[in-house]
């Protein structure tokens, strides 16, 4: 079994129910509320020990009751903690609001401890990351931490992997030490300014990520499943279904878990990129995110439902 190894960012998901979001200035009633374990990275990292693959997570927590459900959540998934606890800061949090009606979120962040990671904190795990098999970063803690994480992983042995979410402004060359670029349509779209509406939008945006020096692409298209796009190939991998939709909050982070767990295993870039698809499936008919994230059982049961 692969080693994966994530830098990223843990937060308690506040998670709001309700028909619609409140205008500015309104109050409105909810008809739900849940609080549990989140933040993109933490997510990916339990979807991926979940997966079945030896996953490491390096972060920073505040020492605090957010900071204990982290690491009762790491603990319970299987994950491998490479995290500071701080007294001097919050372990993060979020919003969510779900909207009742189909699932869909909107998101607010404050990562508190972890907006604190620098480059030196990351270059503290310097042989954990260049020796993983898979590493894998976003972009909620501080870019010139992913940055400085790439350029290790890069020299090293790991098969890199940006998720560039939350979107934002990439330092030039950041893209060149990626073999993997995985934005869904809005982050492709903030990457190379064309809006991806359509599965030949999506290849155009992944052929300009390439332009910029990524070894592959994939661009995530929710419901739509996912095109896996390199200079000599581009092969559409259809969504898979595991039932009625509750939650789609996780479902890009279950997505990365399922991926890295395939690549870690030796699978074939499609492969694995089925093996995440079928992760977010099961994801989506569960409410939460880092609670939704499946075992291998049910994610091989899906997969062999879809061959």
């Known amino acids: 079994m692969g080693q994966v190894v994530i830098l990223g960012v ?11 979001q409140p205008v500015m200035g309104e ?27 030896t996953t490491h997570f390096i972060s920073k927590l505040g020492a605090d009751a957010f900071g204990d459900m982290a690491l009762k959540t790491w603990r319970e998934a299987g994950v491998i903690a490479a995290v500071e606890q701080v007294a001097d800061n919050y372990t993060g949090a979020a919003y969510v609001f779900i909207e009742e009606a189909t699932g869909n979120n909107a998101i607010i962040i404050s990562p508190g401890a972890a907006a604190t990671i620098s480059a030196a904190d990351v270059a503290a ?10 590493f894998i970063t976003q972009l909620e803690q501080p870019m010139e931490a992913a940055h400085e994480a790439l350029r290790i992983a890069h020299a090293g042995t790991p098969v890199t992997i940006l998720n560039p979410a939350p979107a934002a402004d990439l330092p030039k060359g950041m893209l060149a030490l990626c073999d993997y670029v995985t934005p869904n349509e809005t982050e492709a779209e903030g990457i190379t300014g064309i809006k991806v509406a359509t599965l030949n939008d999506a290849r155009r945006a992944a052929e300009d990520i390439l332009g910029q020096g990524a070894g592959a692409v994939i661009v995530t298209l929710g419901e739509n499943g996912a095109l896996y796009h390199t200079s000599t190939t581009s092969t559409h991998i259809p969504a898979m279904s595991a039932g009625p939709v509750a939650e789609t909050t996780g ?57």
């Open 27 to 53: 109050t409105i009633l909810g008809n739900s509320f849940a609080l549990g374990p989140g933040g993109k990275g933490s997510n990916q990292a339990v979807a991926a020990a979940r997966a079945g693959a």
């Open 251 to 307: 479902a890009g982070d279950a997505f990365h878990g399922g991926f890295a767990t395939g690549l870690s295993e030796g699978r074939t870039p499609i492969e694995a990129v089925r093996m995440g698809c079928a992760t977010a499936a099961i994801s989506v008919t569960r409410p939460g995110t880092a609670a939704s994230m499946p075992n291998r059982a049910e994610i091989d049961a899906l997969l062999a439902q879809n061959t």
């Open 125 to 134: 795990h310097h042989a954990l990351i260049a020796g993983a098999d898979i």
């Open 10 to 20: 843990f937060v308690a998901d506040t998670a709001y129910r309700a028909a619609r």
